[in-house]
């Protein structure tokens, strides 16, 4: 891990990937605050998020700038971001935080993204495609951040198994 003192957890992934779910049990496991940073209309989200990760510590954030822009461009949005804006809000993620990314099975996605009736869905079943920007993006997240861990959420053993190693990553930075 290329973090020396864990700060905040970032958990990112495709919609249905078990982000909430981890959260809940991390929030549980630690003690810590979780925060939801998805999109909110303002004026310049670059400065939102340099903020909101200036200040936070010890807490679970869902969603990130990383999510920011990748669903924008599936909206048709330009980036909130200029590339070094971007950049630096990467660097204070890699500096400061472990990034979870959420990355299940392609099955397995589509079939909870399928039981998903109750909340309307952002995007379509056929974003969750190989080679589909959204879904190889959290494929590609390592190139990114060096702190990362990749999860699959294929079951509970699996989610006990995370949080367990999270546990003891944040205690031992």
Not at 57 to 67: K, L, Y
Not at 84 to 105: F, H, R
Request: net charge negative; aromatic share 8%; with cysteine.
């Amino acid at each position: 891990m290329g973090v020396q003192k864990i700060q905040n957890i970032v958990i990112e992934g495709i919609d249905c990937a078990g982000k909430s779910t981890l959260a809940k049990e991390l929030k549980t496991a630690l003690g810590w605050d979780m925060r939801f940073l998805g999109h909110k209309n303002c004026q310049s989200q670059f400065l939102r998020y340099l903020k909101e990760y200036g200040t936070l510590e010890q807490t679970i954030i869902e969603r990130s700038h990383v999510s920011e822009s990748l669903y924008g461009k599936l909206f048709g949005r330009e980036s909130p971001f200029s590339k070094s804006e971007e950049e630096i809000l990467d660097g204070i993620l890699a500096e400061t935080a472990l990034v979870i990314a959420c990355v299940p099975p392609l099955a397995l996605a589509r079939e909870r993204y399928a039981e998903r009736t109750h909340v309307r869905q952002i995007i379509t079943s056929d974003t969750l495609a190989p080679g589909h920007e959204i879904f190889e993006h959290y494929f590609d997240a390592r190139k990114k951040f060096p702190n990362i861990l990749r999860y699959e959420s294929k079951n509970f053993d699996e989610l006990e198994s995370l949080v367990s190693k999270i546990v003891e990553i944040v205690q031992h930075s």
